[in-house]
């Protein structure tokens, strides 16, 4: 998948080179250039003795990622039932009780979005809509050109009342953080 740019975006999470689901996970680690996002919707908490949750993939295949870190309670404190974890280049790891899943030691490799998979998706789906119609410079809001810009997540907009609108009553608050992360995956390149 050739990366994207600021104006252009054609993500395509249903690409198996940069989002693997279970059946295309790389049984190697990344080449120098070379990177993949593990990602699912986090549909139960199994923690016991270390934080657990069973994560539901693009393909419907389940499988359970596990909090190996020097502070696991803190690091998978945003980790939450209905949201999207994604996992840098994960690769999948046998648990002592044979089950198939993702061991986590770097905390750095992890994050997870505040939102469902559909609702990703469906922004997604938004953003590509936007780009295709060459509106990804116009306002969020309006439409009219603009020369503003959520510091976050790049999205355009024509005047401050249209960004304070959008946040407020638009629901852009809910969305910012899920559409910075969907531009920054638009303009790498995969390797
Ligand atoms: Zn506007
Ligand atoms: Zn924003």
Redesign the pocket.
């Known amino acids: 998948m050739a990366a994207g740019t600021d104006t252009v975006y054609k993500l395509d999470l249903e690409d198996i080179i940069a989002f693997p689901d279970s059946a295309h996970v790389p049984v190697r680690p990344p080449i120098p250039g070379e990177s993949w996002i593990i990602f699912g919707e986090i549909v139960q908490d199994n923690s016991f003795t270390r934080p657990v949750f069973l994560i539901r993939d693009k393909i419907n295949c389940e499988f359970p990622v596990a909090f190996y870190t020097e502070n696991p309670a803190q690091d998978a404190a945003a980790c939450k039932i209905g949201h999207v974890l994604c996992i840098t280049s994960g690769m999948r790891h046998q648990f002592f009780d044979g089950s198939n899943g993702y061991r986590i030691e770097d905390p750095s490799t992890v994050f997870v979005l505040p939102c469902s998979m559909a609702q990703l998706r469906a922004l997604n789906q938004r953003l590509r809509k936007k780009s295709d119609a060459g509106e990804m410079e116009l306002?969020d809001?309006?439409k009219?050109p603009?020369n503003q810009r959520c510091a976050k997540c790049q999205t355009c907009?024509?005047?401050r009342e249209?960004q304070t609108t959008e946040w407020t009553e638009g629901g852009h608050r809910k969305e910012c953080r899920v559409i910075s992360r969907l531009r920054i995956w638009n303009r790498t390149d995969w390797g």
Do not use: I, L, R, V
């Open positions: 306002c809001a309006c009219k603009s907009y024509c005047s249209c």
